[in-house]
C-alpha cells in the first residue's frame, strides 16, 4: 500500500511539504516510547504516535520509517518540522485520536508483521 | 568499502535535547559514506542512539569516541554521571529510572540497553556510582565467514 493512498483515504494532513509520498508502507506500529519503537517497528512502517518531541525524527530516520501519524491534531514545533523535511520524514496527522486511526489502517489492510 | 582507520570523539552535553542525537547521526553518515552496507548501518545507528541518549538523559557530559576500520566500529562512551548501581538490573527489559519529564519526551522504556544488546556484536557496560558508566561496543563491518 503506498503512503499517498492512506492519505487519501483516511483523508490525513501533510505537514512536511515537498516530501516522496509514493512510499511503499509495509506496516505500522503505535507507541509512544521512542525506544519502544526503536525495538519493534520496522522499515516501512508509518508509526502513530502523540508524541511530539524533537526526537521523533531521530527514530524515524533510524528506522527508516515511511512516515510518522501523529494523532489528535498533535502541532509540531517550527524547528521538528524542518528537521523532519531535512530527514525526508513525512509528518502527517489526524484529528482523530490513536485508536480510531490505528482501527482505519487496520481496515484498510495494514498489519504489525 | 573504503580502506584505512577512522576515528575521533564527540562531545556530549547532559540535559541539552535540542542536540540530542547529532553524535549518533554523524556516525551513521560516516559508515554510509564508507559503503557500509544498509543493514549494518541501521543496527549501528539504533546502538549509538540509545547510548547517546542514556549519556544525554543520565549524565552531566559525556565522551564517545569512535574508531572505524575495514572490518569493524567501535564505540566507547564515557560519561560523568550518577553511575549505574545494579548493571544486570538496568539491562532488564522494562527496567527504567526515568523522571517524569524525561518520560514525557518519549523515553523510559527501560528498552534502550536491551536494544543496544540485540543490535551489537559485543557490549560491556563499567560503572562506578557517583562517578559514571562507560558503555563499549562493536559491530563487525564485514559479512560472517
Ligand atoms: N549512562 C547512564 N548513567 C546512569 N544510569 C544509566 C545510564 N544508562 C542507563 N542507566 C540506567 O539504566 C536504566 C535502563 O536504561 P535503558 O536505556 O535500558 O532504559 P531507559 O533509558 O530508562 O528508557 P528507554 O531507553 O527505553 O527510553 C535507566 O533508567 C537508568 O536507571
Ligand atoms: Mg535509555
Redesign the pocket.
Given at each position: 500500500m503506498k503512503l499517498k493512498d492512506i492519505i487519501d483515504t483516511l483523508e490525513l494532513q501533510v505537514m512536511t511539504p515537498g516530501l516522496n509520498l509514493d512510499t511503499e508502507v509495509t506496516g505500522g506500529y503505535a507507541s509512544d516510547?521512542?525506544?519502544?519503537v526503536i525495538g519493534h517497528a520496522k522499515e516501512g512502517f508509518v508509526w502513530i504516535t502523540f508524541q511530539v518531541h524533537l526526537n521523533i525524527i531521530a527514530v524515524a530516520s533510524l528506522k527508516g520509517l515511511a512516515a510518522i501519524i501523529l494523532v489528535n491534531s498533535r502541532a509540531l514545533d517550527e524547528a521538528t518540522l524542518k528537521r523532519a523535511i531535512a530527514e525526508g520524514i513525512p509528518i502527517i496527522t489526524s484529528p482523530l485520536p490513536a485508536f480510531e486511526v490505528v482501527g482505519r489502517l487496520y481496515t484498510l489492510g495494514l498489519r504489525c508483521p | 568499502m573504503t580502506g584505512g582507520a577512522d576515528e575521533g570523539v564527540y562531545f556530549i552535553t547532559g540535559k541539552d535535547f535540542t542536540n540530542a542525537g547529532a553524535a549518533s547521526s554523524s556516525l551513521k553518515k560516516l559508515l554510509e559514506d564508507r559503503g557500509v552496507p544498509a543493514d549494518i548501518v541501521r543496527r549501528f545507528s539504533i546502538a549509538a542512539f540509545?547510548?547517546e541518549?542514556?549519556?544525554i538523559?543520565?549524565?552531566v557530559a559525556?565522551m564517545m569516541r569512535y574508531s572505524i576500520t575495514r572490518d569493524m566500529v567501535k564505540v566507547t562512551?564515557q560519561?560523568m554521571?550518577?553511575?549505574?548501581p545494579d548493571i544486570s538490573?538496568?539491562?532488564t527489559?522494562g527496567?527504567?529510572?526515568?523522571p517524569d519529564y524525561?518520560r514525557e519526551m518519549?523515553?523510559?522504556?527501560?528498552?534502550?540497553?536491551?536494544?543496544?544488546k540485540k543490535n551489537v556484536d559485543h557490549m560491556t557496560i563499567t560503572?562506578v556510582v557517583g562517578e559514571?558508566?562507560t558503555?563499549e561496543f562493536d559491530i563487525a563491518l564485514s559479512p560472517s565467514p
Open positions: 516510547l521512542l525506544s519502544d | 540509545e547510548a541518549m542514556n549519556a538523559i543520565y549524565a559525556g562512551l560519561d554521571g550518577p553511575g549505574i538490573l538496568a539491562m527489559e527496567y527504567s529510572t526515568a524525561i518519549g523515553f523510559g522504556s527501560g528498552m534502550g540497553l536491551p536494544n543496544i560503572s559514571g558508566t558503555l
